[in-house]
């Protein structure tokens, strides 16, 4: 079973490349020049999540174990997490997926620390590895915090996390010695069906023990996976304010850019919960309305949901 959710990173890149396209005019050539490296990083980034959802979808999407989620941007204390892919399983093992898609030899030092490879040149980048510990972390506290873990007699079911960092097939990737520092969790994309396999083989007897008590339906990990969705938010990025461009009321640059991000005056919308009447976002309008049948073809607020 698997839900899919979508950034609409594509409006980002169309709004990107016609802010590229009108700016000639306006910010010379080398404005444009940094404008299409951001579309290049950006289309990069998604290609590399659209790569790995075909891998995560082909062994996991169907299937009567597994709830998958994909790209889940959650917030908790005014921290930010843009989760590209979450997989759980009927023993509320969670997966925490981040992946990567770089055109370089990727280079791990002894230190854990990452660089893409250009001929004989090394150029740093921000680790894959902390980046998705720093998700892994937000995800714990939110779920905790918001209350949603599964229960059995009343008693929280306590998930356990887990972190992949999903590389390109394509990628060629030099590690350091594992006793230096272990790069277990840094696979290729295609290999992951066999990673999760060897996790379960290296189960010890006591973990076997402990895990039995988390088996649930799969009813279960699907509400935990809804709920999880219920609360995801939207962003989308602001051109103007990433490259100082200072912008007029009847700018068509911002004009285009709203319409794409969907953040014009023409496209905004209210929601209000049925029984309370509390304003709701429009992600968790939609979740009502994708479960109509449950909730009678009304909206609802979280907690208003609960008594479905």
């Known amino acids: 079973m698997f839900l899919l959710l979508s950034q609409n990173q594509g409006g980002s890149i169309k709004g990107a490349d016609e802010l590229a396209l009108l700016g000639c005019r306006r910010f010379g050539f080398i404005g444009v020049l940094i404008n299409k490296r951001e579309i290049r990083s950006l289309k990069a980034g998604i290609f590399g999540e659209e790569d790995a959802a075909y891998y995560i979808n082909f062994y996991f999407g169907n299937s009567k174990y597994w709830a998958v989620i994909h790209d889940l941007r959650i917030e908790h204390d005014g921290s930010v997490a843009q989760i590209d892919h979450i997989l759980i399983n009927r023993l509320f093992q969670v997966y925490v997926i981040e992946s990567k898609n770089f055109s370089y030899e990727i280079v791990i030092n002894d230190n854990g620390e990452f660089a893409l490879k250009s ?134 640059i911002q004009t285009v850019i709203e319409k794409c991000n969907g953040t014009s005056a023409q496209s905004e919308n209210k929601y209000y919960c049925f029984k309370c009447n509390k304003k709701i976002q429009s992600n968790v309008a939609s979740f009502c309305w994708n479960n109509r049948k449950k909730f009678e073809g009304k909206a609802y607020c979280y907690d208003c949901q609960k008594m479905f």
Request: positive net charge; glycine residues 2%; contains cysteine.
């Open 119 to 252: 001929d004989s040149r090394l150029f740093g980048i921000p680790s894959p590895v902390e980046q998705n510990n720093r998700h892994l972390f937000l995800l714990k506290k939110f779920v905790a915090s918001n209350n949603i873990a599964p229960r059995r007699l009343g008693i929280p079911i306590i998930p356990q996390y887990k972190s992949l960092i999903l590389m390109s097939p394509k990628s060629v990737i030099t590690r350091p010695d594992k006793k230096k520092f272990d790069t277990d969790c840094v696979i290729k994309a295609d290999t992951l069906r066999t990673k999760i396999d060897k996790n379960a083989d290296k189960i010890t007897p006591i973990e076997d023990l402990f895990l039995l008590g988390n088996i649930s339906s799969l009813k279960s990990v699907t509400d935990f996976a809804e709920k999880l969705q219920s609360f995801h938010s939207k962003s989308s990025i602001n051109y103007h304010k990433k490259f100082g461009i200072q912008t007029t009321a009847d700018d068509p």
